[in-house]
């Protein structure tokens, strides 16, 4: 099972670019597929973007466009590049993994992100 770190969040202005992290600690890494969730007081917790195992990305209809998911398998990292924010956009975003041999699951600790002018 991974433990996982997030970075990067912060204050930002409508329209400008943020990029978060997500550093993994253990082994095997490049068997699990890793997600970007977030979350806002009050609302359940929605899935952002994920990437397989492959590399293989998929995006909430919502940030379609505007964000990229990557992973770095000899790093341990994965990243969520985020352009065009919107004040919607404002939520602690966590770091997801799945290890398909395993189904076992781990979350970061979450890192807030605020867009606001």
């Known amino acids: 099972q991974l433990q996982l770190v997030e970075s990067g969040g912060g204050l930002v202005q409508p329209g400008e670019p943020l990029t978060l992290s997500c550093a993994a600690a253990?082994?095997?890494?490049?068997?699990?597929?890793m997600r970007w969730y977030r979350q806002v007081p009050g609302k359940q917790r929605e899935l952002v973007a994920s990437?397989?195992?492959?590399?293989?990305?998929n995006y909430a209809n919502f940030v379609k466009g505007r964000f990229t998911i990557s992973r770095d398998n000899a790093l341990k990292l994965v990243y969520l590049q985020m352009n065009g924010l919107k004040s919607e956009d404002t939520a602690v975003y966590y770091c997801?993994?799945?290890?398909?041999?395993?189904?076992?699951?781990?979350w970061g600790q979450g890192t807030q992100v605020t867009v606001s002018s």
């Open positions: 997801n993994s799945l290890d398909l041999a395993t189904m076992s699951i781990s």
């Open positions: 253990g082994r095997n890494f490049e068997r699990n597929v």
């Open positions: 990437v397989s195992t492959g590399e293989e990305t």
